[in-house]
Structures are given as C-alpha cells and as structure tokens.
C-alpha cells in the first residue's frame, strides 16, 4: 500500500537529480570556506532574494534564531506574532538561548499583524522597558492557512520599523510558494527586509538546509552565530548539491503543489460532516474541520492512516494537510475518496 504522507512538505525526498547531484559533489571544509558546491548555493541563494550573501544552515529553527542573535542582544526585544511559527514552534530557543524578550502581537487570519498594533507595541525608551530591536514577519504563514503576505504590506511594516529604528526579518521558510502564489520573483517579496530565511527542505524538496540571506555585515555576524549553535558543517557540498537543484529545477513546479491543494479543498468542501475555507487556500497549506460528532478527530486520523493517508491534527478537531513534491494527483483523488467513504460510514 503506498502512503500518501501528508502531514507536511518536510518529508518530501530528493529527485533523482538530486541524488545524482550529491553523489557527484565537489567537496571542501566550508568553516574554513572551502567548500565549492556550497559558496555556489549561497552565491545562487543570495541572488534569487536580492540579498548580498547568504549561509548555509541545517534547519529553519536555527536559521530563525541565528537571525535573532544577530539582531537583538541579551534583554532586547522583538514583536512577532502570537502565531508564528517562532514563538509557537521553536522551542523557545530566542528566551533560552539568547535572552531575548518575545513581545507578542495578535495575527490576523491572513497572517499579517495589524499596522498600529505593531506600531503600538514598540517600546519608548525607559528603564524600565526592554529595548525594542526586532519585527518578524512570516511568509507564508504557516498556522494562517498558509497565506502569502504582499510585497505592499511588508513595505508597509518597513517603515515603521525604521520610523522607530528597528529592522525586520522575515522567517520565508516557504517563500518560494509566497512568489508563486503572487506570481512575483522571490525579491519583491524580500527587498524591505534586512534578513531572512528560506527553507530548502520544505516545498523546495531538498533532504536539508537552509539559507539565512542578509547584508555581507549581517551574514559575517550570522556565521558567527551559527558557530556557537554548533551549526557549522565541514563537506556540507552533499547538502547544497541538492540545494542547487531545488532552486534550478523544484522551484519551477510548486504551481503543482497549489493546484494539489485546491482540489483538495475542493473536494472536502463536498464531504458531509467536514468544513473548510476553501477560499483561503491559495498555497499548499489547508486547514479543515469535522462538523459533526458521529466519529471522534482520533477515529478519524486513525482510519486514514490504516487506509495509507497521513495528515496532522491540530486541535479542536481541526487537520492540517500539506501538498508537496511526490504528491500526485492521483494520490489526491485517493485521499479524498478515503475521506469521503470514512465520513459517510461514520
């Protein structure tokens, strides 16, 4: 039975390509800089995002932190929102590892933060108060249906944060499916920011890695967080000759991914007993809910997962399914079958 494994696009594997490419890498100790396949993939990186330089990392939740590390000193502060996937899903680590204060504003059901609550929330200055240094924006947004945010907004949220001297990261793990979905190059989306990251290992399919994109100062510092993280890597070439691919080659298919996702929504919007927004999902991320009480959210999740179909709970009998590289649309039509025959034997 194959398993149409959705609970997320980090558990995409590599292309044929890619595996190719990582078995055939030219190889070189990169904390001393000397690894060529990894030079190229930061070279690569930093010019799709209109960044000077960039830097390769393991994770999204290390390259996230790296940001705020170089950003904020012990006892700042940076407003993010009460959603993201910063404060909600990385362990805490700006408190634990830097000293960092979270200052949380409400998101909006489209992932952005209203204007005069960021505006609001940045401190004056007083002893009292922690310094505010940081704004973080996530894109897409990952718990807010995987919503794009425009290149106006974060132009928008740009200037206030230098009308109050601050900067402004974006956590852009995903935001290769942001430019799709907006049908805009990557750049427009990162011009107004003073870093970011993006995740190869999510829609962009890459088995690892990340890139933290910034000014040639700003990545100097990161390189040196990344080394107190323990995130330095030595013939990280097998990691970025995948990296490569994902922006030569993966980069160009995540319509396929959006086009996946809404026929899903689409189709349970047409099962009874479950709910969806179908008019959110404009990425590969959806939400959905069961109605009614004839089966219990565990029942549900465990009769899909005999049948071979993986999907996330995320309270309140509410799923997540992500759409991702491997994913076909024949397997689409499976899942939708499969939920359709469980909910009308329910």
């Known amino acids: 039975m194959k398993i149409i494994d959705l609970r997320s696009d980090t558990v995409t594997l590599p292309s044929p390509t890619m595996r190719d490419a990582i078995f055939n890498a030219d190889l070189g100790d990169d904390v001393y800089g000397e690894d060529p396949t990894t030079n190229r993939l930061e070279q690569m990186a930093s010019a799709r995002v209109g960044k000077d330089a960039a830097l390769l990392v393991p ?22 929102g009460n959603l993201s996937h910063t404060f909600i899903y990385e362990a805490g680590g700006m408190a634990a590892l830097g000293g960092i204060h979270p200052h949380t504003v409400p998101n909006q059901p489209d992932g952005t933060m209203l204007l005069d609550d960021i505006a609001g929330a940045i401190r004056s200055e007083n002893v009292h108060f922690p310094r505010t240094r940081l704004i973080c924006l996530e894109n897409t947004h990952n718990v807010c249906n995987g919503t794009p945010l425009t290149p106006a907004y974060i132009e928008a949220v740009a200037g206030v944060a230098a009308e109050h001297g601050c900067k402004l990261h974006m956590d852009g793990a995903r935001i290769f499916n942001a430019a799709v979905a907006l049908g805009i190059d990557p750049s427009k989306l990162t011009c ?72 899903l929504a689409a189709g349970i919007s047409e099962i009874p007993g479950l709910s969806i927004e179908q008019e959110r999902v404009t990425t590969n991320i959806l939400y959905f809910s069961l109605e009614e009480n004839r089966l219990s959210a565990e029942d549900l999740l465990a009769r899909c997962d005999q ?38 034997a329910s």
């Not at 994770?59 to 993010?80: A, F, P, Q």
């Not at 700003?218 to 995130?231: H, S, T, Y």
């Not at 990691?239 to 080659?249: F, K, P, Q, R, T």
């Not at 996330?312 to 939708?336: A, C, K, W």
């Open 59 to 80: 994770s999204g939740t290390m390259g996230n932190l790296i940001c705020l590390l170089t950003h904020c000193g012990r006892g700042d502060e940076v407003i993010l």
């Open 192 to 263: 107004h920011v003073d870093s970011l990251i993006f995740c190869l290992s999510k829609g962009l399919s890459a088995p690892i890695g990340t890139l933290v994109c910034g000014s040639d100062d700003f990545i100097a510092e990161a390189r040196r967080a990344r080394k107190i993280l323990g995130g330095g890597m030595r013939q990280c070439g097998i990691i970025s000759a995948a990296g490569i691919v994902s922006l030569e080659e993966m980069a160009d298919r995540i319509e396929e991914d959006h086009e996946h996702a809404r026929r």
């Open 307 to 344: 049948s071979g179909v993986k999907f996330l709970p995320t309270g309140n009998s509410r799923f997540r399914m992500v759409t991702h590289y491997g994913i076909t649309q024949s397997d689409i039509e499976t899942t939708l079958n499969t939920l359709g025959a469980i909910m009308a």
